[in-house]
């Protein structure tokens, strides 16, 4: 996910006015762009747009994250209708590919990383049709992060400001308008080619500025070598009094990919519907038995932490958590991400836990 | 963001002498983490450990929801820190009998308002001063009077669009419902053990997050609290979406002062009107 080695080569310099050539020129050749624009006063969220005029350029993180233009909140799988000879006629909704070619012009480079956790997930033991026809039609353009808030720690979890990973191109905007364009992938390259006219490649020479500053403050290694051995702590009761299990944080993170599917349905019809689930509910785990496998919220907490931190890695090579800090933003009994994780890191040095060892 | 020093140092005192009472188990109050916004709920045990506790004007938790969690209930006796709006809460938990008066000690702290600017909730509070707690920590603050057309001016302003507007409206703003149920979880009234939401045979209210399933739980959430709610608003401030609950809220206690002239929560043994029979009720509906 780091950007710290950019070959020259890849390097594009645009004009200013670029991001309006590049909306007309996308909207002219039929393809659906979505960008940041303003839904609420000050909230931010990714959205078609129709127009370069209402993209807003100055911002920290959009409010939803970008999985959900992929693995959306609600998506109907199937239908069924009853006919008159008693039959059931059911149907797959029409996929998502190939209605159209999609471009998403600001996303944030810790969003864009995030959809390397969902893809493998997506890809696992069973290839997800309609994320995976929702990722090909689109092309990811990434603004690099100016202005990071305390609740950011993208580069505790490997990830960085300018980071790249997944990101088709990385774009440095400028005051002035104009922006300097890292092109990271073919589909990257041809987004470029498609403004030629804007964009040109830029002078020998030319760096990309310094990342802003975000602070590592936990190495999750460590925390990892901890949780390994703790499955049964009183830490998981202590952090977990608080907690309200409202479910903010899953349904804004942006590598938190559980779903439960139902059926709607009235006398004659229905539809099979995938909603994004969550681990803080009690009904998540609920066995049709009536056992609940995690029946209190210490048990819900640690899952969270657990799967984000422990069993993804061991599974897919990989953190499930890219930093962005909406979990902590989000929550409304103050409950922090961070905190909880450094606190795991003291008892993994050999802080106050007697139970570490 | 100010501490107000010396109502924390009364309540550290009184905490730290209600731990020392063995009858005591656990104090639920606020604490401080530096750099968050405001000051987040805080479960003390030890009388040593009373310093955690602060009360300053960032204490927006109601902590009455955490009255009716097993986890925190099963520690045994509860000390919980009071303004007036939480109050309310609790009198409706004691009213419905979730929680034995004797069973928990009321820390009363007169507020006169959290965070700034004030949210509407706190700029038309008439309960600034907590009444009937065990202990009260700090000085009595000044109650201005509130009139019905302050308090209820959210929901007039929806009241004044046409009913085309209003269903705009509310069908802007519900379709931004992801269903994450916050709004219910924070809320100190709804401590079912299986909400409706979650009641799958048969499957009462469509848990997508469409506007059809949208509309339903939220009108629904609204039903199951008017002549409850105390409009304490976390739900809003737990909406992650900015959804503007307190406007509905608003609206369902209107209703109930000028159908019934009844306010939820100003005392533990009032009668509310849907579990009261009387020849005088209004026979219009509630809604």
Not at chain 2, 187 to 202: F, Q
Request: some cysteine; hydrophobic content about 35%; glycine content about 6%.
């Amino acid at each position: 996910m780091r950007s710290t080695e950019v070959d020259e080569q890849t390097l594009y310099q645009a004009t200013a006015g670029w991001l309006k050539s590049a909306v007309d020129t996308l909207k002219g050749a039929g393809v659906e762009v979505i960008a940041p624009v303003e839904v609420d006063p000050g909230v931010i969220e990714l959205a078609v747009i129709d127009s370069s005029e209402s993209v807003v350029l100055d911002y920290t993180n959009v409010r939803l994250p970008l999985k959900r233009f992929f693995f959306p909140i609600t998506e109907v799988m199937m239908e069924f209708e009853k006919q008159t000879d008693g039959d059931v006629l059911m149907k797959s909704e029409p996929l998502a590919s190939p209605k159209s070619e999609v471009v998403v012009l600001g996303a944030r480079p810790c969003g864009v990383a995030a959809l390397e956790a969902l893809d493998k997930v997506f890809h696992w033991d069973y290839d997800d049709v309609r994320y995976s026809a929702r990722r090909e039609r689109t092309t990811l353009i990434s603004f690099a992060c100016t202005k990071p808030d305390p609740q950011c720690f993208c580069t505790a979890v490997g990830g960085s400001p300018h980071g790249t990973e997944q990101s088709d191109v990385l774009v440095f905007l400028k005051d002035d308008g104009q922006a300097l364009m890292q092109v990271c992938s073919d589909k990257g390259a041809k987004f470029i080619e498609q403004l030629k006219d804007v964009v040109k490649p830029a002078p020998a020479g030319t760096k990309p500025p310094a990342p802003p500053e975000v602070k590592a403050m936990f190495d999750p290694e460590k925390i990892k070598t901890w949780l390994d051995e703790n499955f049964e702590n009183d830490f998981w009761t202590d952090v977990s009094l608080k907690c309200l299990g409202c479910g903010a944080c899953s349904y804004l993170c942006p590598t938190c990919h559980c779903f439960d599917i139902v059926d709607e349905a009235n006398w004659i019809s229905g539809q099979r519907r995938r909603n994004w689930d969550c681990c803080s509910h009690p009904m998540f785990t609920k066995h049709a038995s009536g056992h609940n496998p995690r029946a209190d919220q210490a048990s819900r907490c640690r899952q969270r932490i657990m799967h984000k931190f422990k069993y993804f890695p061991e599974r897919f090579e990989q953190i499930a958590c890219v930093g962005c800090g909406r979990c902590v933003r989000a929550c409304c009994v103050g409950q922090n991400l961070v905190s909880i994780l450094t606190d795991i890191e003291a008892k993994a040095n050999g802080g106050n836990n007697s139970d570490a060892e | 963001m100010s501490t107000n020093s010396t109502v924390t140092e009364s309540l550290q005192r009184a905490a730290s002498e209600l731990l020392s009472d063995v009858n005591i188990a656990v104090i639920i109050g606020y604490g401080r983490n530096g750099e968050s916004p405001f000051s987040h709920p805080e479960f003390v045990r030890k009388p040593e450990d009373v310093e955690r506790l602060v009360f300053d004007d960032r204490c927006f938790g109601n902590l009455a929801v955490y009255l009716s969690k097993d986890a925190i209930r099963r520690m045994g006796k509860i000390g919980i820190v009071v303004k007036g709006c939480d109050l309310r809460a609790v009198n409706v938990l004691l009213r419905e009998h979730v929680v034995k008066r004797e069973d928990i000690v009321l820390i009363g702290v007169p507020c006169t308002g959290q965070g700034d600017p004030l949210p509407h909730k706190c700029s038309v509070c008439e309960q600034r001063n907590p009444q009937g707690c065990d202990i009260v920590v700090g000085d009595p603050v000044e109650q201005p009077q509130i009139n019905a057309e302050q308090k209820y001016s959210d929901a007039a302003d929806i009241d004044a669009k046409s009913i085309e507007e209003r269903w705009e409206f509310w069908s802007g703003q519900l379709s931004k419902c992801i269903r994450c149920y916050a709004c219910r979880n924070v809320c100190p009234l709804c401590y079912c053990k299986r909400c409706i939401i979650d009641k799958t045979i048969p499957q009462w209210i469509e848990t997508s997050a469409h506007l059809r399933g949208n509309v339903a739980w939220n009108v629904a959430r609204a039903f199951h609290l008017t002549g409850r709610c105390v409009g304490c608003g976390e739900c809003e401030r737990a909406c992650p979406m900015d959804i503007p609950l307190s406007a509905i809220n608003q609206k369902m206690a209107q209703l109930m002062e000028e159908w019934f002239d009844f306010q939820s929560g100003l005392s533990s043994d009032e009668k509310a009107p849907f579990t009261t029979f009387s020849m005088d009720d209004s026979d219009t509906g509630i809604l």
